[in-house]
């Protein structure tokens, strides 16, 4: 606690402010005052998110003011309120957190490039929050938080406090809003601290492709020649796990720019899904869950507090967030150089993609605007059976710009660069779901290795003939009936026939990307 701190300056008065605990006082807080807290028998502080175990993108609120309005890519991602709507909301929120007796506050940076870094505070009331964002932001030094001054957006999380669902624009009772011009976030009506990290990531989405850098919803690695590699994926495509290889130096999990100079990771953490983990599969992620990791909504053996990552009694998005420095080989600072590979994963529950291609710069685009990846039966309720999800940019949630605006920069960054891209399908092969099996971890591992070692770079290829990408015919440690997917499939046109069904989808699913992009790109989507 900092007696000379306050929060005056945003109406919050009277409270006792905590700023910037260290870990152990957060862990006092969180037992003393969180319901249903309790550390784990590795260390980990474990606790819930509520009702909420997951993003609420459909509550999401971008503030329509004439200086951004016309650079917003407006629709079901950006939704519109206005500046009265915001008004009624923040006061809400810092109506609620004078409520509390203890608030806290986080102040920390987004962006490991100091010449791109902003500067973020957190103004929350569960320690939960506090120390999930203490692991995902960059901690100032002590003399760095001496010197912080104002910061340039600050997050108002009031989230235990619902949103009035009478109030204009309002689809429930939580609300998460955000307006550029006045540089503030509010959240009410969600506990789920993952919205604080994504809001700082769709400020960096606005901010960085308005000065040139291209911000990317991927993970990044390097090699011990200063190779850097780029994974893009939605949730479940392995973005996270593949990424933390032990013969190769983390950037990042998550989150990136990419500049003139090369890359850097925006976040201090890392943010891993938990189901189903074990150390044998993932010992990186596995070994980083000690003490100073958030442990959410994971339920545990109250004897012994193990945690078993396989029970989804709350929730199939468990998750843990730690700091990056927890991964053994994580490099810091979290910077790196241009890409040498981009590595596009997507989980294809239909079978159909191989297991890796290679892609044309066109290609590229056309798969990086595409952003596919397939939800299986049992997910979700009313799914029976493969249901294709399509997520511009591999993060369409978080975009806040066109995704041709990011796409261009990707074009020009990777020709700047001779950066190489490949498609690397992590979800089934040899028949779609419930006829074929998922592809094997050490298998997807395999090909990753020999994308890196450039095996695959020269490796005998053939020309799918519906989706038009290279297809290598053999790769070290992956039998050689996987990499081409009609002939692991007990029947060729049954493969056709849902080769098909998937090019239509493809082809549907662009038709709304076709105005801003050249005849090029929009000729390297599959041929149904």
Not at 274 to 299: H, Q, Y
């Amino acid at each position: 606690m900092n007696q000379d701190f306050n929060l005056n300056q945003y109406g919050i008065t009277d409270r006792i402010i905590i700023r910037n605990a260290c870990p152990a006082q957060l862990y006092k807080l969180a037992l003393l005052y969180e319901k249903e807290s309790a550390i784990s028998d590795k260390g980990a502080l474990m606790l819930e998110s509520g009702k909420k175990t997951g993003r609420s993108p459909k509550d999401k609120r971008i503030i329509e003011r004439p200086e951004s309005m016309n650079d917003i890519w407006w629709g079901n991602v950006n939704i519109k309120m206005d500046e009265h709507t915001f008004d009624i909301n923040r006061q809400r929120a810092i109506d609620y957190l004078n409520t509390r007796t203890r608030v806290y506050v986080v102040d920390g940076y987004g962006g490991w490039d100091k010449k791109y870094q902003i500067k973020v505070r957190v103004i929350c009331t569960r320690p939960y929050h506090a120390l999930f964002m203490h692991n995902m932001l960059i901690r100032p030094t002590d003399a760095e938080l001496e010197t912080f001054g104002e910061p340039d957006y600050v997050i108002y999380n009031a989230g235990e406090f619902p949103a009035n669902q009478y109030t204009t624009h309002m689809n429930s009772r939580t609300s998460i809003d955000l307006c550029f011009e006045r540089k503030e976030f509010v959240i009410l009506g969600t506990e789920y601290a993952g919205e604080m990290k994504k809001g700082v990531f769709t400020i960096m989405n606005y901010i960085m492709p308005k000065i040139g850098v291209l911000s990317m919803h991927c993970s990044a690695n390097e090699g011990k020649e200063g190779d850097v590699s780029l994974f893009f994926g939605l949730s479940g495509t392995g973005k996270t796990t593949l990424s933390a290889d032990a013969q190769r130096s983390l950037i990042g999990d998550d989150e990136h720019c990419w500049t003139a100079d090369g890359v850097f990771n925006i976040e201090g953490g890392c943010y891993a899904k938990a189901i189903d983990l074990s150390e044998e599969k993932e010992p990186e992620i596995f070994n980083a869950i000690r003490f100073g990791t958030v442990l959410e909504n994971v339920m545990y053996n109250k004897k012994t507090h193990e945690v078993d990552y396989a029970d989804t009694t709350l929730t199939e998005n468990t998750r843990a967030a730690y700091p990056i420095e927890f991964i053994p080989n994580a490099k810091i600072p979290c910077v790196g150089g241009h890409p040498k590979n981009i590595i596009f994963l997507t989980c294809d529950a239909y079978g159909v993609l191989p297991p890796v291609s290679r892609l044309t710069p066109e290609q590229a685009m056309y798969h990086f605007i595409s952003g596919y990846t397939a939800k299986v039966a049992g997910t979700e309720m009313g799914i029976t059976e493969p249901q294709a999800t399509f997520s511009a940019c591999f993060g369409a949630a978080f975009m806040v710009w066109h995704p041709n605006k990011y796409a261009h920069l990707l074009a020009k960054k990777m020709e700047e660069n001779g950066t190489h891209a490949w498609l690397v399908n992590t979800g089934w092969v040899g028949g779609g779901y419930g006829v074929g099996e998922r592809i094997k971890l050490r298998y997807t591992r395999a090909i990753i290795d020999a994308i890196h070692n450039g095996e695959l770079m020269h490796a005998a290829v053939v020309t799918d003939p519906i989706f038009g990408f290279d297809v290598p015919t053999q790769c070290s440690n992956v039998p050689k009936e996987l990499l081409i997917p009609q002939n692991a499939w007990p029947s060729v046109d049954n493969y056709n026939k849902q080769a098909a069904h998937l090019a239509n989808l493809f082809n549907t699913n662009f038709e709304k990307f076709k105005d801003g992009c050249s005849q090029d790109i929009i000729n390297a989507g599959p041929k149904a």
